[in-house]
């Protein structure tokens, strides 16, 4: 009797043994086909989102976000196959990302804006921008803020979250840009002569573009002074020279033409009582 209980015991955990054993070979199994399927799928993901020229930090980023969520879904398949029941699972795992995705609301935010920045580059490192109330070159895009440097030297470090979702002028965008500027003379003066003063300066500096047209012409009638409007093309990098070398330059030759450039002035009158 005994050897009969005994002999049943080792058919029942040699048949225990056997169906573990087989079950734990095809997980084994599906774990090593399913890794390197991922593997070939973050290469694939890779390949193409350095086709379209999406930046480094991006393209590492989304292929880390394409790794992680396959090889969760990995996990629950494999932890199915043993028994386990995954639906609990999965509502855990996706009530635990909720609540990690309000703690960190404002970070998320950040993250969702530099990914948006670095994929649809509304500017690149190197760009003048003008964002947030300021102005500055961009030194580095990250996937939480994008560094400013200042015409100064300061350094300005803004929230890609309010940056992705605000009004940005970027002043490289383009080659060239015009230059507007304003110039003044007194009612007494000689709109002509100062009209071919402003186009020989123009004309004779060598940043000013002949194409497209410079524009200069009366702008204003205004309270002491007529105004000219003027609006040469350069190039973006020469936009502050042309506009500094002007200013300079029209005083200096109106000075030499005698025409004035009029200003405030207020006349005080002193009366006494008797």
Known sequence: MKELLSEVNINKLTNVAADYGFQFIKVIVVLIIGLKVINFIDRLVDKALQKKEVELSLRGFITS???IALKIGLFITIIGMVGIKTTSFVAMLGAAGLAFGMSLQGALGNLAGGVLILFFKPFK?????EAQGFTGKVKEIGLFCTILNTADNKTVILPNGSLS????????AE???????TFGIGYGDDIKKAKEVLEKLTKEHPLIL??????IAVSALADS???FAVRPWVKSADYWQVMFDM?????LEFDKEGISIPFPQRDVHIYQEK
Request: glycine content about 6%; cysteine-free; charged content about 20%.
């Open 65 to 67: 976000i394409v790794s």
């Open 125 to 129: 490192v190197g760009d003048v921008i």
């Open 165 to 172: 979702s605000g009004s940005i002028v970027n002043f490289s």
């Open 175 to 181: 080659n060239i840009r015009r230059v507007d500027m």
């Open 210 to 215: 002949n194409e497209p047209e410079t524009l």
């Open 225 to 227: 002074s007529v105004n």
């Open 247 to 251: 200013q300079e330059n029209v005083k």
